[in-house]
C-alpha cells in the first residue's frame, strides 16, 4: 500500500489537488518517508500542531543547505541573504528578532491600517472595471499586499513597482526554477536580491534620522523598549524589511485568489456573502482553512524521536502538511464544506507556536477587505475555467483567476 501512495508533491496530481493527496496519505500513513523528499509527511492534525512545539523540530533549515554548497555559487549567496530572517531560526536568535520586531505589529496599528486598505482595494477595483479587467490576480490580488507593504514600511509611493519586481525574485529563489533555467535565473535573482537590500539599507538610514508612523521606524524605536539597549541592527532592519515582502505578498496574493475562487463557486453562498457582509469574515476563515496559500511547512529533525511509531531521526526533515491537517475530519466535522458557523481559528494556515504568523491579522483584513469588496462591487462574480497551480511543494498559488461578472457598469463605492 505504502508504494502507492500519493507522495511525490510535485506529482501533477498533487498540484492539482494537494487536499486529495493529502487525505490518501492521512488516512492510510499520516506519518510517512517519502523517498521522491526525502522527507516525513506529517498530515494529522493533532500530529502538526504537536509538530510546531516540538523542539526536536528545528526552524533553522537554510543554514544546512548552505553549509553544503561551494560558497560563490549565485544560489549560496542568495541563501546567505537570507539566513538570518527570523523564520528560519530557533531561539535564542528568534525570540530576540521577535521581541524587536513586535513593535511593528501592535493590533491598534494594524486595525488603523484597514481605511487605507479599503482605499486602496477600491483604486484597484475602479482601474480593473476601468480597463474591463478579467484576471483577478493581475487585478486586484497580486498588487493590492505589496502596496500595502511598501507603504506601511514608509517607501515613497513611486517605488511601488520596484517591490513587486523583488518579491518576484524572491519567491523564485524561494520556490525554485527547474532544469537548465536555474544557474540564469538565481544569478539574475541574486542581482535583484543586491539592489533590494541596498535599496532598504537607504531606507532604514532615511528612516533611523526622520522616523515616520511607519512599521520600519516603529521596529527601529522597538529596541529601545524594555529591551535593556538590545536593538535591531541595520543589517537585521534590511533582512526584516525583505522578510516581510516575502511573506506577506505572495502568501496574501493566494489568499485573496484562493478565497474568490472557492467562495463564488457556489452562487447561493456567493450571494448570501454579498449580501450579508458580516459573513465574510467566517467565510475568509474557511477558506484560510480549505485553501490556505501554504502547502508545507518544512522542519529539520534535531533530535530522534518517535511518532506513530516510526523513528524519526536527527538530520531528516519533516514536512507538515497543512491541507492535510485543516481537512482532518477528526478535528472538523464534514471537512470539505464551508461551514460559517465552525468555531473560528483553530486551523493551522497561519501555523502555530513561536512562528506563528505575526502578519496574520494584517492578511486577514486585508483577505476580508478584498474578498468583501469584490463581491459587494462584481455582481454575479464567477471564475472562468480551472485553476492553473504553480508546481510549487510550499504554495497553493494560482497563476491567474480569469473572472466574469455582471458589473462592468458597477462603479460604485460603498
Ligand atoms: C494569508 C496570508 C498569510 C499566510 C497564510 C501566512 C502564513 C504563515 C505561516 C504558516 C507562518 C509560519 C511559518 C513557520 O512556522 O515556519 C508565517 C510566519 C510569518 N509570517 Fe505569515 N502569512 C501570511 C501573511 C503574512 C503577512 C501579511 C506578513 C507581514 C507583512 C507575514 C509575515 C510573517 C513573518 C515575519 C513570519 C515569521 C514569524 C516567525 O518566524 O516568528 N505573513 N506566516
Same mark, same amino acid.
Given at each position: 500500500m505504502t508504494d502507492e501512495l500519493p507522495d511525490d508533491l510535485l506529482a501533477p496530481a498533487a498540484i492539482a489537488d494537494p487536499d486529495a493527496a493529502a487525505a490518501v496519505l492521512r488516512t492510510h500513513d499520516p506519518v510517512h518517508w517519502s523517498p521522491r523528499h526525502r522527507a516525513w509527511l506529517v498530515t494529522r492534525y493533532d500530529d502538526v500542531v504537536a509538530a510546531f512545539r516540538n523542539p526536536a523540530l528545528s526552524s533553522d533549515r537554510v543554514r544546512p543547505v548552505m553549509e553544503? =554548497?561551494? %560558497? &560563490?555559487d549565485p544560489s549560496q549567496r542568495i541563501l546567505g541573504l537570507i539566513s538570518d530572517w527570523m523564520v528560519v531560526t530557533d531561539p535564542p536568535a528568534h525570540t530576540r528578532l521577535r521581541r524587536l520586531s513586535g513593535a511593528a505589529f501592535k493590533q491598534q496599528q494594524i486595525a488603523a491600517m484597514e481605511e487605507r486598505i479599503q482605499a486602496l482595494v477600491d483604486e484597484l477595483v475602479d482601474a480593473f472595471l476601468a480597463e474591463r479587467g478579467t484576471d483577478l490576480v493581475a487585478g486586484v490580488a497580486y498588487p493590492l499586499p505589496a502596496i500595502v507593504i511598501a507603504e506601511m514600511l514608509g517607501a515613497p509611493p513611486a517605488d511601488r513597482d520596484r517591490f513587486r519586481e523583488w518579491s518576484d525574485e524572491l519567491a523564485l529563489v524561494a520556490f525554485g526554477a527547474g532544469g537548465d533555467a536555474r544557474p540564469d535565473r538565481h544569478a539574475r535573482a541574486l542581482r535583484g536580491l543586491e539592489e533590494m537590500a541596498a535599496y532598504f539599507r537607504e531606507l532604514v538610514g532615511r528612516r533611523r534620522r526622520d522616523p515616520g508612523g511607519d512599521m520600519l521606524s516603529a521596529m527601529i524605536a522597538g =529596541? %529601545?523598549? =524594555? %529591551?535593556?539597549?538590545d536593538a535591531l541592527s541595520d543589517d537585521e532592519l534590511v533582512g526584516m524589511c525583505a522578510l516581510l515582502l516575502f511573506a506577506g505578498h505572495e502568501t496574501t496574493t493566494n489568499a485573496i485568489a484562493n478565497a474568490i475562487r472557492l467562495l463564488t463557486a457556489d452562487p447561493g453562498l456567493r450571494d448570501r456573502l454579498r449580501d450579508d457582509p458580516a459573513l465574510v469574515n467566517p467565510a475568509v476563515e474557511e477558506s484560510l482553512r480549505l485553501v490556505g496559500p501554504i502547502k508545507v511547512l518544512v522542519r529539520w529533525v534535531v533530535a530522534d524521536h518517535e511518532l506513530r511509531g516510526r523513528t524519526i531521526r536527527e538530520g531528516e526533515r519533516v514536512y507538515l502538511l497543512l491541507p492535510g491537517a485543516n481537512r482532518d475530519p477528526e478535528r472538523f /466535522?464534514? /471537512? &470539505?464544506t464551508v461551514d460559517l458557523a465552525r468555531e473560528r481559528a483553530t486551523h493551522v494556515a497561519f501555523g502555530r507556536g513561536i512562528h506563528a504568523c505575526i502578519g496574520a491579522q494584517l492578511a486577514r483584513i486585508e483577505t476580508r477587505i478584498a474578498v468583501g469588496t469584490l463581491l459587494r462591487r462584481l455582481p454575479g462574480l464567477r471564475v472562468a475555467g480551472d485553476p492553473e497551480y504553480l508546481p510549487t511543494i510550499a504554495s497553493r498559488a494560482q497563476t491567474s483567476l480569469p473572472v466574469v461578472h455582471d458589473g462592468h457598469a458597477v462603479g460604485s463605492r460603498s
Amino acid at each position: 500500500m505504502t508504494d502507492e501512495l500519493p507522495d511525490d508533491l510535485l506529482a501533477p496530481a498533487a498540484i492539482a489537488d494537494p487536499d486529495a493527496a493529502a487525505a490518501v496519505l492521512r488516512t492510510h500513513d499520516p506519518v510517512h518517508w517519502s523517498p521522491r523528499h526525502r522527507a516525513w509527511l506529517v498530515t494529522r492534525y493533532d500530529d502538526v500542531v504537536a509538530a510546531f512545539r516540538n523542539p526536536a523540530l528545528s526552524s533553522d533549515r537554510v543554514r544546512p543547505v548552505m553549509e553544503k =554548497g561551494p %560558497s &560563490d555559487d549565485p544560489s549560496q549567496r542568495i541563501l546567505g541573504l537570507i539566513s538570518d530572517w527570523m523564520v528560519v531560526t530557533d531561539p535564542p536568535a528568534h525570540t530576540r528578532l521577535r521581541r524587536l520586531s513586535g513593535a511593528a505589529f501592535k493590533q491598534q496599528q494594524i486595525a488603523a491600517m484597514e481605511e487605507r486598505i479599503q482605499a486602496l482595494v477600491d483604486e484597484l477595483v475602479d482601474a480593473f472595471l476601468a480597463e474591463r479587467g478579467t484576471d483577478l490576480v493581475a487585478g486586484v490580488a497580486y498588487p493590492l499586499p505589496a502596496i500595502v507593504i511598501a507603504e506601511m514600511l514608509g517607501a515613497p509611493p513611486a517605488d511601488r513597482d520596484r517591490f513587486r519586481e523583488w518579491s518576484d525574485e524572491l519567491a523564485l529563489v524561494a520556490f525554485g526554477a527547474g532544469g537548465d533555467a536555474r544557474p540564469d535565473r538565481h544569478a539574475r535573482a541574486l542581482r535583484g536580491l543586491e539592489e533590494m537590500a541596498a535599496y532598504f539599507r537607504e531606507l532604514v538610514g532615511r528612516r533611523r534620522r526622520d522616523p515616520g508612523g511607519d512599521m520600519l521606524s516603529a521596529m527601529i524605536a522597538g =529596541g %529601545s523598549e =524594555g %529591551s535593556q539597549g538590545d536593538a535591531l541592527s541595520d543589517d537585521e532592519l534590511v533582512g526584516m524589511c525583505a522578510l516581510l515582502l516575502f511573506a506577506g505578498h505572495e502568501t496574501t496574493t493566494n489568499a485573496i485568489a484562493n478565497a474568490i475562487r472557492l467562495l463564488t463557486a457556489d452562487p447561493g453562498l456567493r450571494d448570501r456573502l454579498r449580501d450579508d457582509p458580516a459573513l465574510v469574515n467566517p467565510a475568509v476563515e474557511e477558506s484560510l482553512r480549505l485553501v490556505g496559500p501554504i502547502k508545507v511547512l518544512v522542519r529539520w529533525v534535531v533530535a530522534d524521536h518517535e511518532l506513530r511509531g516510526r523513528t524519526i531521526r536527527e538530520g531528516e526533515r519533516v514536512y507538515l502538511l497543512l491541507p492535510g491537517a485543516n481537512r482532518d475530519p477528526e478535528r472538523f /466535522p464534514h /471537512p &470539505d464544506t464551508v461551514d460559517l458557523a465552525r468555531e473560528r481559528a483553530t486551523h493551522v494556515a497561519f501555523g502555530r507556536g513561536i512562528h506563528a504568523c505575526i502578519g496574520a491579522q494584517l492578511a486577514r483584513i486585508e483577505t476580508r477587505i478584498a474578498v468583501g469588496t469584490l463581491l459587494r462591487r462584481l455582481p454575479g462574480l464567477r471564475v472562468a475555467g480551472d485553476p492553473e497551480y504553480l508546481p510549487t511543494i510550499a504554495s497553493r498559488a494560482q497563476t491567474s483567476l480569469p473572472v466574469v461578472h455582471d458589473g462592468h457598469a458597477v462603479g460604485s463605492r460603498s
